[in-house]
């Protein structure tokens, strides 16, 4: 099997959400086969969002399933339809994945094979090594996450609104009750600053806790847009 063709990503994108027709846009014309978009909120206050002059709080979150070259195609043209560089516009990243289903594998191939394009490498992606912090808490306890995340040296975070499931196994042994709304909370966080802000958030809203969180990482292979990130917002 060639490699190159094989390897999967999946490549999630929070941009503001007035930039979702841009976006849309983007997948369509370049005949993306696999995506994903739903509603999310950033975690900067308002004021912020008005200082900065761009957008609002309210975020489309997207995820795709793409080959590495689909997903170096991608971000190359969506890096000259939006700024990644300006504060508040959105982040970019791709995640390796080990396996899908032969189904959805067999449309991916055949999608890059009519790219009808060489390999591409991306381009101004940040030299840091990132991970996708992933929190999973009651609903009402994200403003509790991103404080933690916050003290813990995060710059920021998105909530998506989730259901959540249980088993009776988890009442059993974790001691806690399934409540059917969740926060999904992201935060794009560099390799060196992961375990404080995992640490920080399991402490605050962690199992034993109201919030009933929790708290994984996944490696990121490429992330744009995080230099852009607010770090003092005082200083604005």
Known sequence: MDTSVTRLEALITIVDYDLRDTLLKLFKKNNMSMFLLTRGYGSAESLIYEILGYGGPKKVVSVSILTKKMSNFFIN????EINLGKPGTGIVCT??????????LTTLKKADENLKMGSEQVTATSKKMYHLIV???NSGYFEQVMEAAKAAGATGGTLVHARG???KEAVKY???T?????????ILAPQEKRNAIMERI???VGLNTAGKGICFSLPVNYAIGTESGINNVNEL
């Open 77 to 80: 043209r969506l890096q000259k």
């Open 178 to 186: 399934i409540q059917p709304e969740k926060d999904l909370v992201l």
């Open 202 to 204: 399991v402490r605050e």
């Open 135 to 137: 929190t999973i808490v």
């Open 165 to 167: 499931l249980g088993s």
């Open 174 to 176: 974790l001691g806690i």
């Open 95 to 104: 995640i390796s994945l080990s396996s899908v289903s032969n189904v959805l």
